[in-house]
């Protein structure tokens, strides 16, 4: 929590710091600095209440715990097209994620999932409200249909890449299983 | 009716329903929201005074010719480049771009910016190394920006 106020000090007093040389170099153009911020936090500040409530109750009814458990018992196809549809509908910040990521690598997940589950999570379906009301409907649908088969791209190119290819492995249509790497 | 108290609404209700299924759960689920609040307010004051400061000293003209359509795949780049070194939080990302956008930036050089925000952070960079080694970060950030690139190609097709 300490660590939390601290930083927030920080944003507050670059913030006023940047606002009050602008204010000192030109008044006018102080208050349009002003009249600006003002017009975008009304425009966001219903929407982001709305974004933290929805988030924290995302959080608390569906732990991300709990999900990237029952995720990473999947293996397979399956596996990869879940790691890249359902983490676009959870919150948690990476330092929650990446610990879980690790552990379930660490069981015998592949490398795949956890590149689909992090490229995944960046959609960010809870702040779609946010991103609608400031780019459109148009870009945000179209940015939210696009993660999926991104994150199953870049699942692919990392199995590519980073999985270390046995012997027996077949050449073409390759399985993706989890325990092959064991 | 405004659609911010539309979702204000919605979110009130399944608040609702949550606090009328589990008082206890809701009270955990509003000290969440209240700890996530305290950080993102702090960082979407400096946003929205960043936000300011660009729309009263920053050009169309200079957007425009940085971002816009007539850069082509170069905006995109730029885009892609901004965001990766932008310290910037999803929920700051949106209303930051939406600036960019009204002074005249393109779709695809948005789309470029908000992606690598989200996907590439520098200030996350040394724990996803710690977590998952060095190669697996590096193919992590090269390939989506890599893949980013070609998906703001299909955005410029279809948004432009």
Redesign the interface.
């Known amino acids: 929590m300490k660590k939390i106020t601290k930083e927030a000090l920080i944003y507050i007093i670059v913030a006023v710091t940047i606002w009050a040389i602008v204010a000192i170099v030109s008044p006018s153009k102080g208050v349009l600095v002003g009249k600006v911020a003002y017009n975008a936090f009304t425009k966001a500040i219903e929407i982001i209440i709305a974004v933290l409530i929805i988030i924290g109750l995302i959080q608390v009814w569906i732990p991300t715990q709990t999900l990237s458990k029952f995720l990473g018992k999947e293996s397979g196809w399956k596996g990869l097209i879940l790691a890249s549809t359902i983490p676009l509908f959870i919150g948690g910040s990476a330092f929650v994620i990446f610990p879980l990521l690790k552990t379930i690598l660490d069981k015998g997940a592949s490398i795949a999932f956890v590149m689909a589950f992090i490229t995944a999570w960046a959609g960010k379906a809870p702040l779609l409200p946010l991103e609608t009301e400031f780019l459109g409907w148009k870009f945000a649908l179209l940015r939210f249909s696009l993660i999926i088969p991104f994150a199953i791209l870049i699942g692919l190119i990392s199995r590519l890449l980073l999985e270390k290819p046995k012997s027996s492995n077949t050449g073409g249509k390759g399985t993706f299983n989890a325990e092959e790497r064991r | 009716m405004?659609?911010?108290?539309i979702?204000?609404l919605?979110?009130?209700i399944?608040?609702i329903f949550?606090a009328v299924k589990d008082i206890k759960?809701?009270k955990?689920?509003?000290?969440?929201?209240g700890?996530?609040?305290?950080?993102?307010?702090?960082?979407?004051?400096?946003i929205?005074?960043?936000?300011?400061?660009t729309?009263?000293?920053v050009s169309k003209e200079t957007i425009a010719s940085w971002l816009g359509s007539g850069r082509g795949l170069l905006g995109i780049l730029i885009g892609e480049l901004v965001g990766t070194f932008a310290l910037v939080q999803?929920?700051a990302v949106?209303?930051f771009?939406?600036?960019l956008?009204n002074k005249g930036a393109s779709?695809s050089a948005?789309?470029g910016f908000?992606?690598t925000a989200?996907?590439i952070?520098i200030s996350?960079l040394p724990?996803?190394i710690k977590?998952?080694g060095k190669?697996?970060v590096i193919?992590?950030n090269f390939?989506?920006f890599i893949?980013?690139f070609f998906?703001a190609m299909?955005?410029e097709v279809?948004?432009g």
Request: aromatic content about 14%; overall charge positive.
């Open positions: 405004d659609v911010g108290i979702y204000l919605v979110a009130l399944l608040l949550s759960k809701t955990e689920v509003l000290k969440v929201s700890k996530m609040a305290l950080t993102v307010f702090p960082v979407l004051f400096l929205f005074i960043l936000m300011g400061v729309s009263v000293f999803p929920a949106f209303p771009a939406g600036v956008l779709y948005i789309f908000v992606m989200i996907l952070g996350t724990i996803e977590f998952f190669r697996f193919v992590r390939s989506t893949l980013v998906l299909i955005v279809i948004m």
